[in-house]
């Protein structure tokens, strides 16, 4: 993996890092309990999840890593290490009561680990203190919000464990984020956090919760992030918007949700929508069709096809879900260019952020160059492989 060379890339370094953060902060003390969640970068099914729809990440070797100790009062204090998190970077508060719940404030960056704290289904006993530490990179369309939700959640099952269902814990995570960070996400992202698997993607049906594992452990091949280093913030009102639009189009077809739509049923009922809330429909109807045949191309080394349908993907998101920019149309062209790219997309929420590559291995670095050279911002590289989701580290 290359990229901003101030961020840690290997894990024990990231884990040496918040270890030696938390002597700082605590007096020399050492951390007793040490957990990461992994970002996760979607393959393909983008803006299907809060649709019923299917998805196709993977977890990314980038990691949320959390550190910290039991105390013996119910005060808990935690440290984040994250330069672009909004001050201050240290919050205490009590733990939570049923006549005393936690409320989201400021802080931004303290919600998501509030929210986890509120929802957390066992409860806490005790209270801890903890740094936070990650190299997912903020606002790039990689999850880092899951993967510090996840994380702490992963962190709390430590203090006090919970009945270990990992659905539930996808659930909480995302409970949190809708309540704490005001963000109506999907269930994608926390639930790959929570369940990846090293050298898989993960085929997601967002109705039925139900998850396959889907091998990606060809050796000669790698997906290419390159982060066009344009930020966004969904908290505008894109995000919500959409996310209505697509209701009113489910409505207008009689169906509980999208997923329930084919295109002809779409097509019917074209003269009776508006103009934006059919072309909504129409990508999410395609792109859920769309991921289950990716799905199927690369279970059988159709790469070509894999690749086909990523950049069908990109176009549909870029023409009738109005979510991509110029910066992430350019990057995609770039890499199209080159011999051994079989497809690219832009990937996550839009309006900036990361585009997703399937890259023979031998042409990574042409591919790398190709968009150092003629891309007009400033572009970072991730060369990733399929990685675990939440573990607890040894310290």
Same mark, same amino acid.
């Given at each position: 993996?290359?990229?901003?060379?101030?961020?840690?890339?290997?894990?024990?370094?990231?884990?040496?890092?918040?270890?030696?953060?938390? $002597?700082?902060?605590?007096?020399?003390?050492?951390? /007793?309990? !040490?957990?990461?969640?992994?970002?996760?970068?979607?393959?393909?099914?983008?803006?299907?999840?809060?649709?019923?729809?299917?998805?196709?990440?993977?977890?990314?070797?980038?990691?949320?890593?959390?550190?910290?100790?039991?105390?013996?009062?119910?005060?808990?204090?935690?440290?984040?290490?994250?330069?672009?998190?909004?001050?201050?970077?240290?919050?205490?508060?009590?733990?939570?009561?049923?006549?005393?719940?936690?409320?989201?404030?400021?802080?931004?960056?303290?919600? @998501?680990?509030?929210?986890?704290?509120?929802? @957390?289904?066992?409860?806490?006993?005790?209270?801890?203190?903890?740094?936070?530490?990650?190299?997912?990179?903020?606002?790039?369309?990689?999850?880092?919000?899951?993967? %510090?939700?996840?994380?702490?959640?992963?962190?709390?099952?430590?203090?006090?464990?919970?009945?270990? #269902?990992?659905?539930?814990? !996808?659930? !909480?995570?995302?409970?949190?984020?809708?309540?704490?960070?005001?963000?109506?996400?999907?269930?994608? #992202?926390?639930?790959?956090?929570?369940?990846?698997?090293?050298?898989?993607?993960?085929?997601?049906?967002?109705?039925?919760?139900?998850?396959? &594992?889907?091998?990606?452990?060809?050796?000669?091949?790698?997906?290419?992030?390159?982060?066009?280093?344009?930020?966004?913030? *969904?908290?505008?009102?894109?995000?919500?918007? $959409?996310?209505?639009?697509?209701?009113?189009?489910?409505?207008? %077809?009689?169906?509980?949700? *999208?997923?329930?739509?084919?295109?002809? #049923? %779409?097509?019917?009922?074209?003269?009776?929508? =508006?103009?934006?809330?059919? $072309?909504?429909?129409?990508?999410?109807?395609?792109?859920?069709? $769309?991921?289950?045949?990716?799905?199927?191309?690369?279970?059988?080394?159709?790469?070509?096809?894999?690749?086909? %349908?990523?950049? /069908?993907?990109?176009?549909?998101?870029? =023409? =009738?879900?109005?979510?991509?920019?110029? /910066?992430? #149309?350019? &990057?995609?062209?770039?890499?199209?260019?080159?011999?051994?790219? @079989?497809?690219?997309?832009?990937?996550?929420?839009?309006?900036?952020?990361?585009?997703?590559?399937?890259? /023979?291995?031998?042409?990574?670095?042409?591919?790398?160059?190709?968009?150092?050279?003629?891309?007009?911002?400033?572009?970072?590289?991730?060369?990733?492989?399929?990685?675990?989701?939440?573990?607890?580290?040894? *310290?």
């Amino acid at each position: 993996m290359s990229g901003d060379a101030s961020v840690p890339t290997k894990l024990e370094e990231l884990l040496a890092n918040a270890k030696q953060s938390f $002597r700082e902060k605590f007096g020399g003390s050492e951390p /007793e309990i !040490a957990v990461s969640a992994p970002g996760r970068v979607n393959l393909i099914g983008e803006h299907t999840d809060y649709n019923d729809g299917f998805v196709l990440p993977m977890a990314l070797p980038m990691v949320t890593i959390v550190v910290g100790s039991r105390t013996q009062d119910k005060q808990i204090t935690i440290v984040t290490t994250a330069l672009n998190a909004d001050d201050p970077k240290h919050v205490e508060f009590s733990v939570p009561q049923q006549n005393k719940p936690l409320n989201p404030g400021s802080p931004r960056w303290a919600n @998501y680990v509030k929210g986890v704290i509120q929802h @957390y289904s066992a409860g806490l006993n005790t209270g801890f203190k903890a740094v936070i530490t990650s190299n997912v990179p903020l606002g790039g369309g990689l999850s880092s919000s899951a993967s %510090l939700e996840v994380a702490m959640y992963t962190f709390l099952q430590q203090i006090t464990p919970d009945d270990g #269902d990992l659905v539930a814990k !996808a659930l !909480a995570c995302q409970k949190a984020e809708h309540t704490f960070a005001n963000m109506p996400c999907g269930i994608m #992202d926390q639930f790959i956090s929570v369940m990846g698997k090293q050298d898989h993607a993960l085929l997601i049906d967002c109705r039925s919760l139900q998850a396959n &594992l889907v091998p990606l452990s060809d050796p000669n091949l790698v997906v290419l992030i390159t982060n066009s280093n344009v930020r966004h913030t *969904l908290t505008g009102s894109e995000y919500p918007t $959409r996310r209505r639009q697509c209701e009113e189009a489910a409505k207008a %077809l009689g169906k509980a949700s *999208l997923r329930e739509a084919t295109a002809a #049923d %779409l097509e019917a009922k074209k003269d009776q929508l =508006d103009e934006v809330v059919y $072309r909504r429909a129409r990508h999410v109807i395609g792109e859920i069709a $769309r991921t289950v045949r990716a799905a199927d191309a690369l279970k059988e080394g159709n790469y070509q096809e894999f690749g086909k %349908l990523m950049v /069908e993907s990109h176009n549909s998101l870029r =023409d =009738d879900y109005d979510v991509s920019c110029a /910066e992430l #149309d350019e &990057l995609v062209e770039l890499a199209m260019k080159v011999e051994g790219v @079989y497809g690219s997309r832009m990937t996550g929420g839009g309006f900036g952020g990361c585009t997703v590559s399937l890259v /023979e291995a031998g042409a990574v670095e042409k591919a790398i160059q190709q968009v150092k050279e003629n891309y007009s911002g400033k572009a970072s590289f991730y060369v990733t492989k399929p990685s675990d989701g939440a573990s607890v580290l040894n *310290l």
